[in-house]
Nanobody
C-alpha cells in the first residue's frame, strides 16, 4: 500500500534552516507529482510547494518563494523541502502528499495520499 513518511522537522530559531524529507513506498514514485502542505491548529491546510513527476516543474506559495526549495530524487523515492530563512509564521505541522492529476497543484483536493506529518517550530 502507499506509504509516505516525513522526517526532518524540529525546533529552530528565526533565520535558521531545516530540510524535510518524504520517503515514499508502495507505488511507482516517478509517475506522480508530489506536494508539501502545512497546517496550524484551527487553520486550513495550506499548499506550500509542489513538484512534477520528473522534477522539472515546481510551484510555491508566495510566502515561501525565495526561501524554500522543493526537490525529489526518483532513484531514492524521496522528496525534500529545503527551508531557509525560517520565520515564526512558518511554524506548523508539515505534510507530504501524492497528487492524483496530471499537473502539479497547491490545492489539497488534488492529493489522495498523505503522510503523518512532521512538526516545524520556529522561535523568534
Amino acid at each position: 500500500q502507499v506509504q509516505l513518511v516525513e522526517s526532518g522537522g524540529g525546533s529552530v530559531q528565526a533565520g535558521g534552516s531545516l530540510r524535510l524529507s518524504c520517503a515514499a513506498s508502495g507505488y511507482t514514485y516517478s509517475t506522480y507529482y508530489m506536494g508539501w502542505f502545512r497546517q496550524t491548529p484551527g487553520k486550513k491546510r495550506e499548499g506550500v510547494a509542489t513538484i512534477s513527476a520528473s522534477g522539472d516543474t515546481t510551484q510555491y506559495v508566495d510566502s515561501v518563494k525565495g526561501r524554500f526549495t522543493i526537490s525529489r530524487d526518483n532513484a531514492k523515492n524521496t522528496m525534500y523541502l529545503q527551508m531557509n530563512s525560517l520565520k515564526p509564521e512558518d511554524t506548523a505541522m508539515y505534510y507530504c502528499a501524492r497528487g492524483i492529476g496530471w499537473f502539479p497543484s497547491l490545492n489539497q483536493d488534488d492529493y489522495n495520499y498523505w503522510g503523518q506529518g512532521t512538526q516545524v517550530t520556529v522561535s523568534s
